[in-house]
């Protein structure tokens, strides 16, 4: 068996290249630009014959549709699909061959309704050497139920549906079978994700939470389980599960109408409405940027948190450090953005030169900041992390409104100046870019975040009592 995992960072996103004897190779759940999956398939001498979806994906845009495209690849789905292009609907006990290779589909709904999952034996193994679990089994975790959004298929039904799938199909595999899911830690598909990349159905037995119900024969108390405690779905979820429903427009189309624009052309388009979405690091955009842009920081968990803020149908121009546009413009088409307008030709250094106009805001150290705030009459704070984060720990006195709703109860933030403040510093200047946009002059991002005050404190502990 010919097998390569890959992992993006960004979105937590696992997918999977497998080949047998027949010279033909399946990609498992690829992510939208699939040049890698392509050349690795060439170099290793094998033609992709089929393009494997364990469930529409709401998280990021599949590349499904364009490797069937460059390839002729078919596409298979689970037999409760609704897509809206050709494709092959599997159910339980179908088999696809691959000479030494052979792959059997389990449909395991429960994440979503169509979900499947891929069971892979090598030669005339009669025990599975390998299972791809999508969202239905997670490493440590399962995939949350409610995301879905179907008519009639409630969190608590789905929950259920999840149970049948993990007691009655994948819970029966061999425990030596490797489990190879969809996404690791940091992926809002799940609460309690691992950062490890492979498991087996034995230990994920042991040591998986999510399972205790299942092992114990407790369907309520698993549906219970599923659907407590989750999380607001990110708000560019269901526009990416209707484009890989429909169908998304190719790596090519995207690149071939952004274009470089020139300062005026920028500032021009601006006027007009169009977001400029500055992805410089945050010292750079703190120390002076075109005046109402919006920054999310390109090194980091930068697509996730552009779903966050930015409506998904929005135009945009992207001003980035010259030569990173390519990027930028590829990491926001994977969960979904394809209005992409150019970029700033000249990075932000064009812009000044020809008299653009721009802002600023101070960063400020966490030592700084914990001085600051123990003396009396200080600027407010504004918490910018979600209320589990916020609920755990938190500076004194600080309003806490989470990056995802901000703009939403933007008549709550105090006025200006104030501090501003996230785990690490990532979305208070995602935070304090959209306050600018909306009048708020004078932000402190703190450095570090809450982080780094804690580090502050400990060390001050420490030296207290040494």
Not at 112 to 139: N, Q
Not at 161 to 170: I, N, T
Not at 380 to 392: G, N
Request: hydrophobic share 40%.
């Amino acid at each position: 068996m010919f097998f390569k995992p890959y992992y993006l960072g960004c979105l937590s996103h696992a997918s999977y290249l497998i080949g047998g004897s027949s010279g033909k190779a399946v990609v498992i759940d690829p992510r939208r630009d699939v040049e890698e999956y392509l050349r690795d398939a060439q170099e290793a001498g094998y033609q992709i014959s089929h393009v494997i979806e364990t469930h529409l994906h709401a998280d990021f845009v599949s590349g499904h549709l364009e490797l069937s495209r460059r390839t002729g690849a078919t596409i298979v789905l689970g037999s409760r699909s609704d897509a809206l292009f050709p494709f092959l609907a599997v159910k339980d006990g179908d088999t696809l061959e691959l000479g030494d290779v052979r792959l059997e589909f389990l449909e395991t709904p429960g994440h979503t309704p169509e979900g499947i999952s891929i069971v892979a034996y090598s030669g005339a193994d009669e025990e599975p050497s390998k299972v791809f679990t999508g969202d239905t089994l997670f490493i440590g975790d399962v995939g949350r139920p409610d995301l879905t959004g179907s008519k009639g298929c409630t969190a608590e039904r789905m929950a259920g549906m999840m149970f049948d799938s993990l007691q009655d199909k994948l819970l029966t595999l061999s425990d030596n079978a490797e489990v190879w899911p969809a996404h690791g830690a940091g992926s809002a598909c799940g609460r309690a994700l691992s950062d490890e990349r492979v498991s087996t159905i034995g230990r994920e037995k042991r040591f998986n939470p999510a399972l205790k119900s299942v092992m114990e024969g407790d369907k309520e108390g698993f549906i219970e389980y599923a659907t407590s405690g989750l999380s607001e779905a990110p708000a560019y979820f269901f526009h990416d599960v209707m484009q890989n429903k429909t169908g998304a427009k190719s790596m090519e189309e995207i690149f071939a109408t952004a274009k470089p624009l020139k300062p005026a052309e920028v500032e021009a388009l601006a006027e007009e409405g169009v977001l400029t979405l500055d992805t410089r690091s945050t010292g750079a955009f703190a120390g002076g940027h075109a005046l109402g842009s919006l920054h999310i920081q390109l090194d980091g968990r930068f697509a996730p948190w552009a779903g966050e803020v930015i409506r998904p149908n929005a135009p945009i121009v992207v001003i980035s450090e010259p030569g990173r546009e390519p990027e930028a413009i590829t990491r926001l088409a994977r969960v979904g953005y394809e209005n992409i307008m150019g970029w700033l030709e000249g990075g932000i250094e064009a812009w000044k030169v020809s008299g653009g106009e721009t802002q600023s805001f101070q960063l400020i150290e966490a030592e700084a900041y914990l001085s600051a705030t123990k003396r009396q009459g200080s600027f407010p704070t504004l918490d910018v992390r979600s209320p589990e984060e916020y609920a755990i720990s938190h500076p004194a006195n600080a309003i806490n409104i989470p990056i995802t709703q901000l703009e939403a109860r933007i008549g709550e933030v105090p006025e200006s100046p104030l501090y501003i403040l996230c785990g690490t510093g990532y979305r208070a200047s995602i935070a304090a870019s959209l306050l600018q946009r909306k009048g708020w002059g004078d932000p402190l991002v703190v450095e570090g975040g809450w982080s780094a005050c804690q580090s502050c404190s400990a060390k001050e502990a420490a030296y207290a009592t040494a």
